[in-house]
């Protein structure tokens, strides 16, 4: 049986992750903290399938996502490949962090 993960399923992992992670990282989270960042997390956890362009991230500006998601599935090298690994997720990961420190 082959599991075929949807959007509702990236971003409802990446809610989840959140809140079992925030409580290691963070000193004491507010439920703002918390609900700010299960939210954003979410709609991170979208970006893995921007090199689908049949998916949800990929059709959500129309034309414009769907061009960034034809040159990622080329530059990934089809879906499931290069934006589905760790390293990915260590460059999401220092982006989200420099962009916080400016």
């Known amino acids: 049986m082959v599991f075929r993960m949807l959007g509702r399923d ?9 809140l ?10 507010s439920w703002q903290e918390l609900g700010v960042g299960c939210v954003t997390s979410a709609a991170f956890a979208l970006l ?19 061009s960034v998601s034809r040159v990622t599935n080329v530059v990934a090298g089809g ?3 290069a934006t589905h690994s760790l390293f990915f997720v ?13």
């Open 10 to 18: 990236h971003a409802l992992l990446g809610g989840l992750g959140f």
């Open 90 to 102: 260590a460059l999401v990961a220092l982006a989200t962090r420099l962009a916080l420190l400016s």
């Open 48 to 66: 893995p399938d921007l090199d689908e362009p049949g998916s949800t991230v990929s059709r959500k500006l129309g034309p414009l996502s769907r």
């Open 79 to 81: 879906h499931r490949q």
């Open 20 to 29: 079992v992670v925030a409580p290691m990282i963070l000193h004491n989270p």
